[in-house]
């Protein structure tokens, strides 16, 4: 069956180290996967969008890449701040006829001063 | 969530009543989607709409339908609420259709059904 996986046990760094986050799926041939950010009682908030012929995409201090073959996009947030605390969420869609957004569940992000 | 307004944002009823929702935009996008957030599951799309009067089903949408009469305006009903349909609800809107395009999400509605 199809799956998205981001971990689901919080992660915790202190300020000023990089956070990366992971997303993992199974079954799915995603063309397109985004990553959007949330914080507690508020609406997710878009990050990045990838395309699968992209490896890469940078934007400040947030970079994703995408591995088809590994079946796997990394988030990396470079000089974390306490601000950047929050759930990370990664959506995806199928290359096929049904291509709206699948969404994972997100991981919690806490960055420590 | 900038653009974009949802009312309520809480409401508690009781089953068996019919609730309504409001999503309004200002942004004059095509698109706009219903999704509900639940723990333990990631955000489910209820039904989107893709222009006036064009409307179309997700994955979760038994017991719910929508009206979109105005591009600003996107209706979510639940005929008669149960309990499995207390959840927060949000609304969000992209300029395009399809994975392609970013979605900007409205703040929620909280609704507890009792």
């Known amino acids: 069956s199809q799956k998205i996986e981001q971990n689901s046990e919080a992660l915790n760094i202190q300020e000023g180290k990089t956070a990366t986050l992971t997303c993992n799926y199974t079954n799915y041939s995603p063309a397109y996967l985004q990553w959007y950010r949330q914080d507690p009682g508020r609406g997710p908030v878009f990050l990045l969008l990838i395309r699968e012929n992209e490896k890469e995409k940078r934007k400040e201090r947030l970079k994703v890449t995408f591995d088809t073959t590994l079946k796997q996009s990394l988030f990396h947030i470079t000089a974390s701040q306490p601000a950047d605390s929050a759930t990370y969420l990664c959506?995806?869609?199928?290359?096929?006829?049904?291509?709206?957004?699948?969404w994972g569940l997100g991981t919690s992000l806490g960055v420590n001063p | 969530d900038a653009g974009i307004t949802q009312s309520p944002r809480h409401k508690v009823t009781e089953t068996g009543t019919p609730v309504t929702l409001r999503c309004h935009q200002t942004?004059?996008?095509?698109?706009m989607y219903w999704y509900r957030q639940d723990p333990g599951h990631g955000l489910r799309l209820i039904h989107y709409?893709?222009?006036?009067?064009?409307?179309d089903k997700g994955e979760v949408s038994d017991g719910y339908s929508v009206s979109r009469s105005k591009t600003e305006d996107f209706l979510l009903t639940l005929e008669s609420a149960t309990s499995s349909q207390t959840s927060v609800y949000f609304c969000?809107?992209?300029?395009?259709?399809?994975?392609?395009?970013?979605?900007?999400f409205g703040p929620g509605t909280r609704l507890t059904v009792t």
């Open positions: 942004e004059n996008h095509r698109y």
């Open positions: 969000a809107i992209s300029e395009g259709g399809g994975p392609a395009y970013e979605q900007y």
């Open positions: 709409s893709y222009g006036v009067k064009d409307t």
């Open positions: 959506a995806l869609s199928n290359a096929g006829n049904n291509r709206k957004l699948i």
